[in-house]
């Protein structure tokens, strides 16, 4: 076990709520918020355009027992169906943002619902026209003061690209609109991020690397991103683009987060091959005046890579395979962790000569996490592996991959593993396969500005509820909720700190 120096931020014993079961195939869409007293949570469940559920669950905070569920879908108007597209909660607030079609024309419209903590509508507001020639973008903010909606054409032979940018407030109104122009976006955009808080710019990430004839990425085989970040002053009224390029370099997959004083943090993945591989990262800090503040790249050692090799010490690899980037965590003091795993699917085809049938199986593989450590000033200072190894048959990954906490000093990372591996000591490449979740045990690590601090389990090997970590969320410093399962029935667990 990972046990060589104290992990600064202990963690309290975990609340474990009681079990509750949920009747029907519910597609559990997360946690939303919380209260003072509550938390809610939303499950979607679509039949028809005219048969939908929107079931909110409030659970009280200090045990985690389910005190309500409440069916928020209802059709809008009289001649539309509705699809709802986002639901925030915000200012003991629920908002509700759906998609409605006329049913005697095409006509698509965008609409906002208030509901009030007794589940009452107290507003509602038709905010835009929908037309299927556009992309549509609703972000809140960071510090919940309201949401941003972005819209642009999908496909454009503009000279100049537009988005179309609104601010809603928490009355649910439109604060204002602007058109955003930039001459510099001859190419189709899609918007990766939007991310502002209610006194910053908004700061919106886009790639320009998609075919305007298929709207997908235009080489599945190559890395081809052309990043922009389209900063804008809603004060000044001022917009400001910024290219993220790395010279002889491609950049593969980037993470941008408000850091102190409403600056930006970016980092992210590049390689020198062009495969779809990492060779090292890279970080960008621009502060609330729209000024570059620094600038920096590191290329990943032999020893750094060599961690990831799995006990093959032959294998030297210049590139890492099939990363993707998942968080980028900004610390109290403007350091960062930038976070990544390694993913990849494969698809076994058995032909039986007897019976004249092809077998197809699905494997999905949620492998090592990889955790890039920065100062304040975004120089690189460490890249370590953390080894975990998933693999599952046909089912998407449903219990796989990890989630993360950010308690303003440490980052605890938390997944589905095995018991034998937790009590691995640092360096030991030799991990088991946690193959179809088999004898799991929900595992944390801690890392720390030193490196990783500990791994070891959270919950008692016995426990039968498996953690969905894709679902799970962190709503306030210091504190995650876990959502986990078993059959058709659910648990949530609250993890937070002992200081």
């Known amino acids: 076990m990972f046990t060589a120096q104290l992990c600064y931020s202990q963690l309290a014993d975990p609340i474990i709520g009681k079990e509750y079961n949920t009747s029907k195939k519910e597609n559990f869409s997360g946690f939303i918020g919380e209260s003072t007293l509550a938390l809610f949570t939303a499950d979607y469940i679509y039949y028809n355009k005219r048969k939908q559920e929107l079931i909110i669950r409030q659970f009280h905070k200090n045990d985690l027992t389910l005190m309500e569920s409440k069916d928020l879908y209802h ?6 169906t509705n699809e709802p597209l986002e639901i925030f909660y915000q200012n003991d607030q629920f908002y ?3 998609r409605m079609q006329s049913e005697r024309d095409k006509t698509e419209l965008l609409a906002l619902e208030v509901f009030d903590q007794g589940f009452e509508r107290i507003n509602y507001q038709i905010l835009d026209t929908v037309s299927n020639d556009y992309e549509q973008y609703i972000e809140e903010s960071e510090n919940h003061q309201g949401f941003v909606i972005a819209r642009h054409l999908k ?25 955003l122009k930039s001459p510099m976006a001859l190419q189709n955009l899609r918007i990766e991020r939007i991310i502002f808080t209610h006194n910053s710019p908004i700061y919106i990430l886009c790639n320009y690397a998609f075919d305007i004839r298929t709207g997908e990425l235009s080489d599945d085989n190559e890395v081809n991103n052309k990043y922009a970040i389209w900063a804008f002053d809603e004060k000044k009224e001022f917009l400001k683009e910024f290219e993220l390029r790395l010279k002889g370099k491609w950049v593969n997959g980037i993470k941008l987060e408000i850091g102190p004083r409403n600056g930006l943090n970016i980092a992210g993945f590049f390689n ?9 990262v890279f970080s960008l800090s621009i ?22 090799t799995k006990g093959d010490k032959t294998k030297k690899d210049k590139e890492l395979e099939d990363y993707r980037i998942k ?3 900004i610390m109290d003091d403007g350091s960062f962790y930038l976070l990544g795993e390694q993913y990849y699917k494969y698809v076994e085809r058995v032909y039986d000569p007897n019976s004249n049938i092809t077998t197809t199986t699905d494997y999905f593989n949620y492998n090592s996490i990889i955790a890039s450590y920065f100062d304040n000033k975004g120089n690189h200072l460490w890249t370590k592996c953390i080894p975990k190894y998933q693999s599952t048959t046909n089912d998407f990954g449903y219990f796989s991959s990890f989630t993360s906490m950010n308690t303003g000093k440490n980052v605890y990372l938390f997944f589905n593993d095995s018991e ?17 979740n088999r004898r799991f045990q929900i595992s944390y690590v801690c890392l720390s500005e030193e490196g990783i601090q500990k791994r070891a389990g959270l919950i008692d090997k016995t426990n039968s509820f498996m953690l969905r970590a894709k679902l799970s969320n962190q709503l306030e410093k210091g504190s995650i909720y876990l959502i986990t399962e078993t059959n058709r029935s659910s648990k949530i667990i609250k993890v937070k700190t002992a200081n």
């Open 287 to 308: 502060d609330a005046a729209l000024s570059v503040r620094n600038s920096n790249w590191h290329k990943f050692t032999s020893k750094e890579l060599n961690q990831f």
């Open 327 to 329: 968080d980028l965590e």
């Open 96 to 98: 509700l943002f759906s």
């Open 420 to 436: 034998k591996n937790n009590e691995r000591k640092e360096g030991d490449t030799n991990f088991n396969n946690l193959f179809n």
């Open 75 to 80: 059709i809008i108007e009289d001649g539309y």
């Open 155 to 179: 496909f454009t032979q503009l000279v100049e690209q537009e988005i179309l940018l609104s601010k809603i407030n928490l009355d649910g109104e439109k604060s204002w609109t602007k058109t």
């Open 272 to 280: 020198e091959t062009k495969n779809r591989s990492i060779a090292g």
